[in-house]
């Protein structure tokens, strides 16, 4: 059973194990669930900041166990009343280890998963919401999953995607044929190598989780996808080079790309971007489309010895996982994490992808309801922040 303790300008709260947990007065009469301040059912308030004394303080304050759930009961100074599941205060502490715990960290990739890579059976995934769910942690936790066995008919891969969330459209439309043919040689139809990259760095929000599904290849064909860790390849580096590692996570790289005399598109944001705890959150990385970095003077040493280092790391076989697609195969993957890449095409007929994209924020929404319905956790698993720029508040290095 929870203790609390009224301290007037802040609640202090006993939990069973041990530790103790401190809210103030006035992030309590905020975040208030009762009905008078909003519907927390659907997550809208009608309560109102600029309504509440910032010196509002707590008149009294009790702990009570109602059935299975533990509540905690307070009364403010400005005479109003609500009380809080202790779960969702204990879910939504604010000192700084609780915040340390609840930061996510992905696993990192390692020889066992390269030699054996996550995969998925389409009709499974399709029609049982357990099967499924799985197929979404994978990607949760290591940012890529294979789907085998799917129809090779153009749109099954945007079935897929639709099942995850909405299709995300831009300058290439809801789905993009990525048609290579020795028959028909264009500009667009390249047959070289393409080394590890993230996708479309130069949007402010780029690409989240991308599907590649394959309609076409020849059979006797070689031409491997190629897919590596972009958070294990940030981690080799803070290792190999902290000095390097911090300077990609604190200078913003620049990235551009034109397309037809008709979009500009610019960016700036770190390569590696890390919470505030230092934990790397995301990646943005393609250098066929970059622009000047912004960095300080006497940084660019140490930028560009971390910058060759990370693209030599990328550049490293024994990291990959490389998978000849074939008709039916998916690659499912979060473009904020994945390096993906292509060895050189080599056969005499064509290949022919397609690929679609659904934002991580539609993603992760799919996974909290299906994960809630299936009892496997509560609705409010964090979404990983992704490739945005670090934390200016960031105090601290992440743990060993």
Known sequence: MITVKNEESTLAVDWSDGATSRFHSVWLRDNCRC??????????RTLRLSGIDLE?????????QDGDSEIVRIRWSDDHRGEFDGAWLRDNAYDTESRRKRAYRPELWTDQLREHPPSADYDEVMENDSAFCDFLETIHRHGLCFVEGSPAEPGTGANLARKIGF????????VQDLIADRRHRSIG????????????PYRASPPGIMLFHCVETDENGLGASTFMDGFEIAETLRADDPEGFDA????????RRH?????DLICEFPVISVDEFGHVCG?????RVASPACIDP?????YYRGMKRFLQLAEDDGRMIQKVLRPGDIAAFDNHRILHGRTELRFQGRRWLQWMQVERGDFYSTLRILSDRLGRHRNTLPLLRGAYGSSDCRKEEAEA
């Not at 990609?248 to 990235?255: E, I, M, P, V």
């Not at 990646?283 to 250098?287: E, Q």
């Not at 006497?298 to 140490?302: D, F, N």
Request: one cysteine or more; a negative charge; glycine letters at 8%.
């Open 298 to 302: 006497e940084s660019v040493p140490v």
């Open 56 to 64: 509002v303080t707590i008149s009294a304050a009790e702990a009570l």
């Open 283 to 287: 990646v943005r990385i393609n250098d």
């Open 248 to 255: 990609l996570a604190r200078y913003n790289q620049g990235f």
């Open 35 to 44: 009905e008078a301040c909003g519907e927390p059912s659907i997550g809208r």
């Open 189 to 200: 139809n390249d047959f070289h190598a393409l080394k590890p990259h993230t996708d479309e």
């Open 167 to 174: 299709l995300q459209e831009s300058n290439y439309g809801l």
């Open 259 to 263: 397309f037809d005399g008709d979009i």
